[in-house]
């Protein structure tokens, strides 16, 4: 079985990456709860499984934070963006193609899957959607205090250590800003 599961099943704190195998569960919120007991469900039940963590997932279906940022910059002059909320951004076509590429093997267990290029803020994706995307739309950088507040609690730091995947043989997923580019032509906008 692959689990999809995501980087809320930890407490989002410090600055080191999160471990595939690391087990020092503690969810923000209802979503990670449950993503974590979806998790132990299957490693409690199953012994050949893929249990993947994900983080800042786009894809061509359904919302996700760059079209709601694109949908902002075409109707605002300047958007306020958090920068002290880290991670890497993934994207669905690319980790679909590496989930094909894992079930053809029995290399079963934990693995996080996000695209490389290094960590990011928020601000610093948001900066980089625009550059690509051609709009000048002024990025302001705040912390998540003077954001205000959220529907819900979200992790400052969503970094996770990827290192496993090549040591099991996986390629690794291109970097974020080559998914971005992609994911532009794939939603017919850019320049």
């Known amino acids: 079985m692959v689990y999809i599961s995501t980087d809320y099943v930890f407490d989002g704190q410090g600055t080191e990456p999160w471990k595939p195998d690391c087990k020092d569960y503690k969810p923000l919120n209802v979503y990670g709860q449950s993503k974590l007991e979806g998790e132990l469900a299957v490693s409690g039940l199953l012994e050949k499984y893929f249990i993947v963590r994900i983080a800042w997932v786009f894809g061509l279906n359904g919302k996700n934070f760059i079209k709601t940022m694109l949908n902002v910059g075409k109707t605002h002059d300047s958007v306020r963006v958090v920068n002290d909320q880290i991670g890497t951004p993934t994207y669905t076509y690319d980790l679909s193609r590496l989930l094909v590429d894992m079930i053809e093997t029995e290399k079963y267990g934990y693995y996080h899957a996000t695209n490389e290029g290094g960590f990011i803020s928020w601000f610093d994706f948001t900066k980089e959607i625009y550059r690509q995307a051609g709009l000048s739309?002024?990025?302001?950088?705040?912390?998540?205090?003077?954001?205000?507040l959220s529907k819900a609690a979200r992790p400052f730091n969503s970094r996770l250590?990827?290192?496993?995947?090549?040591?099991?043989?996986?390629?690794p997923l291109p970097t974020w800003q080559?998914?971005?580019s992609r994911y532009l032509k794939e939603i017919n906008f850019g320049v």
């Not at 250590?161 to 390629?171: R, Y």
């Open 161 to 171: 250590d990827k290192s496993k995947l090549v040591e099991a043989g996986f390629k």
């Open 178 to 180: 080559d998914a971005l």
């Open 137 to 148: 739309t002024q990025v302001n950088p705040v912390t998540t205090a003077e954001y205000g």
